[in-house]
């Protein structure tokens, strides 16, 4: 018997170490020609390393979190034959670049960035990576259950033995800690089971031995690897080296409102408009008036970059985690394109197949958490743009009006208040209470969005 050691290949250009994200193995294991080995990340890319040979495992290079050098050991693998101490050739990952820039969860917004690629593939001799999102151990296997012929609201007929169950990472986690066998739990239409499936299979079965609401759960220690470690070192870095303030004014989006509603209507094979169209049509149209808004600092050259064109940073919310896909040229948009390449922007950051050119360069961020958005935010800068705008959500409440005769009179009307934090290094008060009263006379006038 001989001994193989694995190396850390090359996996990005300028890339000097990786993270350890995910082990797929440990020692004693036996693992097959290119089975897997571990998820290893880096500051452009998480890639999935596999084994380029069959055999025992013997040792492993350290814990999930540890930081490995490229080209030091990361497996070393007892292997039929005479004893030899091999290196993997290095395998390139093609274009995957990436830089993760996100804000906290808990501060209320979605601000920072995470400019992460979709899923890419290379090889080079008997070593492969792939980029993957979120890594994570395989689940435990389930012990089936005998089919159901009628599924009842909540559940899904059990799936027969070794059918595979479509669910993220997070979700078989949480799944694990409740109790629940996911394949009792009705999915969605796309056949993939989502944290609001595993809500509704709870409410259905209240009362049926699941974890009561007040009941004390026990404490975790979650350790912040890979992806969430980039968040909060790169979360860290943009709330110490900018010094941010924010600005909130209440704008009344009835009539707003109202034009969406009729363009709608009206819309035909066009997609529908959210308020997110309209709120970047009015951003590109107030930006040529206040340039200090959409520009990026950098601040170790002590350059100030003012952009003619707008490239609209987009925070969406995946089950990944926070990333920032980028409108380019959002000023020459109309409103119908710019509801097309919202929906496909979204939905390629969630699926995880969003170009690495699509989640970076942004030159303004727009950060929204719909009707979760508060009255309220003060986003955190997707640095180094220097502001960020963040809608809020829309009430009803009674406000006094002018009617056509020039008196008052009491009416209901939908309000939102816009949020913008600004770095006070590049941006004046003056400027930010200035440009938020001109994006909120267009919002408020809102057929000066599509007037020439």
Same mark, same amino acid.
């Not at 082990?23 to 596999?50: F, P, S």
């Not at 206040?290 to 987009?314: C, K, Q, S, W």
């Given at each position: ?10 996996i990005?250009?300028g $890339?000097?170490?990786?993270?350890i994200v ?7 294991d036996?693992?097959?020609e290119d089975?897997?080995?571990a998820d290893m990340m880096?500051?452009?890319a998480?890639v999935?390393?596999?084994?380029p040979v069959?055999g ?6 350290g814990?999930?979190g ?5 080209g030091?050991p990361l ?6 034959g005479?004893?030899a101490?091999?290196q993997?050739p290095?395998?390139k990952a093609?274009a ?6 996100a804000e906290t ?5 979605v601000?920072k960035?995470?400019?992460a690629?979709?899923r ?9 990576a ?6 994570s ?10 089919a /159901?012929t009628e599924p009842?609201e909540g559940?899904a ?6 059918a ?12 694990r800690?409740l109790g629940?066998d ?13 944290h ?11 009362g049926?031995?699941?974890r ?7 404490d975790? /220690?979650?350790?912040v690897?890979?992806?969430?470690r980039r $968040?909060a070192e790169?979360?860290a870095a ?12 209440e ?10 509603? /009729?363009l ?6 066009k997609?529908k ?5 309209l709120?970047?049509?009015a $951003?590109?149209r ?6 200090? $808004?959409n520009a990026?600092?950098d601040?170790e050259?002590g ?14 919310q995946t089950?990944?985690?926070?990333m920032?896909?980028v409108?380019?040229?959002? /000023?020459d948009?109309?409103l119908?394109q710019l ?9 390629a950051?969630?699926e ?14 727009v950060?929204?958490?719909g009707?979760?958005g508060g009255?309220?935010?003060?986003p955190?800068i997707?640095?180094?743009e ?9 009430v009803e409440?009674p ?8 008196g008052?009179?009491?009416?209901k ?5 816009v949020?913008?934090?600004c770095d006070?290094?590049v ?7 200035s440009?938020?009263q001109?994006l909120?006379?267009?919002?408020e ?7 020439d």
């Amino acid at each position: 018997m001989g001994k193989f050691t694995f190396r850390l290949p090359d996996i990005g250009e300028g $890339i000097a170490e990786a993270e350890i994200v995910a082990w797929h193995v440990k020692v004693g294991d036996t693992v097959e020609e290119d089975g897997r080995l571990a998820d290893m990340m880096t500051d452009k890319a998480t890639v999935e390393m596999e084994s380029p040979v069959s055999g025992r495992v013997l040792e492993v290079a350290g814990e999930v979190g540890d930081v490995v050098a490229i080209g030091s050991p990361l497996v070393v693998i007892e292997v039929e034959g005479e004893g030899a101490e091999e290196q993997a050739p290095a395998p390139k990952a093609e274009a995957v670049e990436q830089r993760i820039e996100a804000e906290t969860p808990d501060a209320g917004d979605v601000a920072k960035a995470v400019e992460a690629s979709g899923r890419a593939r290379a090889s080079t001799g008997s070593a492969r990576a792939e980029v993957i999102v979120a890594p994570s151990p395989p689940s435990p296997p389930k012990t089936p259950k005998p089919a /159901q012929t009628e599924p009842v609201e909540g559940h899904a007929p059990t799936p027969a033995p070794h059918a595979k169950v479509l669910s993220t990472p997070a979700v078989r986690q949480r799944a694990r800690e409740l109790g629940i066998d996911l394949g009792e739990v009705k999915p969605a239409a796309d056949g993939r089971i989502r944290h609001a499936d595993l809500d509704a299979f709870l409410s259905y079965n209240a009362g049926g031995g699941f974890r009561a609401p007040g009941v004390r759960g026990q404490d975790q /220690q979650v350790k912040v690897i890979g992806l969430r470690r980039r $968040i909060a070192e790169n979360m860290a870095a943009s709330k110490r080296n900018i010094p941010h303030f924010s600005y909130v004014e209440e704008c009344d989006v009835t009539a707003l409102e109202e034009m969406r509603a /009729q363009l709608n209507a009206s819309r035909g094979d066009k997609p529908k408009l959210t308020m997110l169209p309209l709120l970047i049509t009015a $951003i590109c149209r107030t930006l040529p008036d206040f340039p200090m $808004i959409n520009a990026r600092f950098d601040d170790e050259a002590g350059v100030v970059t003012r952009y003619g064109a707008v490239h609209l940073g987009m925070a969406t919310q995946t089950e990944a985690g926070l990333m920032v896909p980028v409108i380019r040229d959002a /000023q020459d948009k109309n409103l119908w394109q710019l509801a097309r390449e919202i929906s496909r922007l979204a939905a390629a950051a969630r699926e995880g197949s969003a170009r690495s050119d699509e989640l970076s360069g942004s030159t303004l961020t727009v950060t929204s958490l719909g009707p979760l958005g508060g009255v309220a935010t003060t986003p955190v800068i997707n640095r180094p743009e220097v502001a960020i705008i963040g809608p809020n959500r829309i009430v009803e409440r009674p406000m006094f009006v002018t009617d056509e005769r020039g008196g008052e009179r009491i009416a209901k009307r939908k309000l939102m208040n816009v949020s913008i934090s600004c770095d006070h290094r590049v941006v004046d008060g003056w400027d930010a209470a200035s440009f938020v009263q001109a994006l909120r006379r267009l919002i408020e006038t809102p057929v000066l969005l599509l007037a020439d």
